[in-house]
């Protein structure tokens, strides 16, 4: 995830914008939203302020890639829906990744209890 800054110098760019998939970056912008709002209600105090501002850019690249002429509504809300199911069957994860490989300090302990209860938001 990127974090934007509304101070930062905008320079000119050589990426055509006119020319990218709409609805794809709509989607990435869309999880970015996602966690923002996420991390604004359940965050570290000292990050909110930073998290607010950033959901504020956030929310104008939303409404800027639902104008562009390459955005389609019905593909959007079709994988908004697949991301709402793989999240109530508990397969979150991002198509393609990976768990981590678990390092010697962490590896599990026979002595030690494990925690088998699931996460949710």
Same mark, same amino acid.
């Not at 006119?18 to 990435?28: A, D, E, F, P, R």
């Given at each position: #995830?990127?974090?934007?800054?509304?101070?930062? *110098?905008?320079?000119?760019?050589?990426?055509?914008? &006119? !020319? #990218?998939?709409?609805? !794809?970056?709509? =989607?990435?912008?869309?999880?970015?939203? =996602?966690?923002?709002?996420?991390?604004? @209600?359940?965050?570290?105090?000292?990050? @909110? +302020?930073?998290?607010?501002?950033?959901? =504020?850019?956030?929310? !104008?690249?939303? +409404?800027? &890639? %639902?104008?562009?002429? %390459?955005?389609?509504?019905?593909?959007?809300?079709?994988?908004?829906?697949?991301?709402?199911?793989? =999240?109530? /069957?508990?397969?979150?994860?991002?198509?393609?990744?990976? *768990?981590?490989?678990?390092?010697?300090?962490? @590896? @599990?302990? +026979?002595?030690? *209890?494990?925690? /088998?209860?699931?996460?949710?938001?």
């Amino acid at each position: #995830m990127y974090f934007y800054s509304d101070t930062s *110098p905008k320079g000119p760019s050589d990426i055509n914008v &006119w !020319k #990218m998939n709409g609805s !794809k970056c709509y =989607l990435t912008h869309f999880s970015n939203y =996602l966690f923002l709002m996420f991390v604004s @209600k359940r965050g570290h105090s000292r990050r @909110k +302020a930073s998290v607010e501002k950033e959901i =504020l850019i956030c929310e !104008k690249k939303l +409404a800027f &890639w %639902q104008r562009h002429p %390459q955005f389609d509504a019905e593909y959007v809300q079709k994988e908004k829906e697949k991301d709402d199911q793989s =999240l109530a /069957s508990g397969s979150w994860r991002r198509r393609g990744s990976q *768990p981590r490989a678990r390092s010697r300090r962490h @590896k @599990k302990s +026979a002595s030690l *209890p494990t925690c /088998s209860r699931s996460v949710s938001f």
